[in-house]
């Protein structure tokens, strides 16, 4: 079964006939060519598929979406603020590759030592977290200049180096 990614959410509607912006995380600007359908998360766990009918990049983060059966701004106010996702290939064929998002997946090594995969990149104003499963449970990690120390892309390995201890309060 293909995962979800999260790209980001619907932040507001545009025009009269239902239009929204989806501001996303791909890095790029973004039309959703080639793309049937995002999945929008009404319920926590549940991926609705919206089908495209139109897209047009706006900003390098912000895409107007016309949606199948939104046709009218009053329903396109009820999915406003809603978490939007896309079929992992869909995903990796749009991010774009310097944005922070496109390592969802990749491994994490510290020295020799798999730490666990990329499951989420937590995009905060000063910093940018990933998280991970270490020793079965969630565990947060700052990517800055200190931790950082390379990313392998042709192989999905990201390297980096943790400050002493960080783990020990997740393993």
């Known amino acids: 079964m293909e995962e979800y990614i999260n790209i980001g959410k619907i932040v507001a509607t ?3 006939n239902g239009e929204l912006i989806l501001q996303h995380k791909l890095a790029k600007k973004l039309t959703f060519k080639n793309v049937d359908a995002v999945f929008i998360e009404e319920v926590k766990g549940s991926f609705i598929p919206y089908f495209l009918v139109a897209s ?8 107007y979406i016309e949606l199948e ?3 009218t701004k009053e329903k396109a106010k009820k999915i406003i603020g809603k978490q939007t996702y896309l079929l992992e ?7 774009g590759k310097a944005s922070p998002i496109a390592m969802i997946g990749y ?3 510290e020295g020799t ?9 937590i995009e905060q104003p000063h910093q940018v977290l990933i998280r991970i499963t270490y020793k079965g449970n969630e565990a947060l990690i700052p990517l800055h200049a200190e931790t950082l120390q390379s990313i392998d892309r042709k192989k999905g390995i990201l390297y980096v180096t943790l400050p002493d201890g960080l783990l020990e309060i997740y393993g």
């Open 69 to 71: 059966g939104i046709g």
């Open 107 to 109: 491994k994490v090594m």
């Open 89 to 95: 290939t869909d995903f990796r064929r749009l991010a």
């Open 56 to 63: 047009k990049a706006k900003t390098v983060d912000e895409t």
């Open 14 to 16: 545009f025009g009269l």
């Open 113 to 121: 030592e798999l730490l666990g995969n990329i499951e989420e990149i």
